[in-house]
């Protein structure tokens, strides 16, 4: 059974940080690329960050770029997302996935608000 369980979410002034974690389990992170996503109200869901099962290669979307880092800890099977520099347009619930051919998961989000 997968599971995928997101943390480090809250409310953070504009210009702040945040970590978010994934823990995952039933997913193997040699062979399941792990990426973050997000929604916002009213908006699709938008591509942050990924990085691949085999070498460990990670892709960001133009509007994290500089801001954000995704990173894997295997050992302890766990997922991060680095978020610097957050601005009250990256307000939204943040989903953690994994997937691979055939076969793909959510977790159940974890909600970042940015406000002063």
């Known amino acids: 059974q997968v599971q995928l369980v997101e943390s480090g979410g809250g409310l953070v002034q504009p210009g702040g940080s945040l970590r978010l974690s994934c823990a995952a389990s039933?997913?193997?992170?040699?062979?399941?690329?792990m990426s973050w996503y997000r929604q916002a109200p009213g908006k699709a869901r938008e591509f942050l960050a990924g990085?691949?099962?085999?070498?460990?290669?990670?892709n960001y979307a133009d509007s994290v770029k500089g801001r954000f880092t995704i990173s894997r800890d295997i050992a302890k099977n766990t997922v991060f997302l680095q978020m610097n520099s957050l601005k009250p347009e990256d307000t939204a619930v943040y989903y953690c996935?994994?997937?691979?051919?055939?076969?793909?998961?959510w977790g159940q989000g974890t909600q970042v608000t940015v406000s002063s």
């Open positions: 039933g997913v193997s992170f040699s062979t399941y690329r």
């Open positions: 990085v691949t099962g085999i070498d460990g290669r990670t």
């Open positions: 996935y994994a997937g691979r051919s055939g076969s793909f998961y």
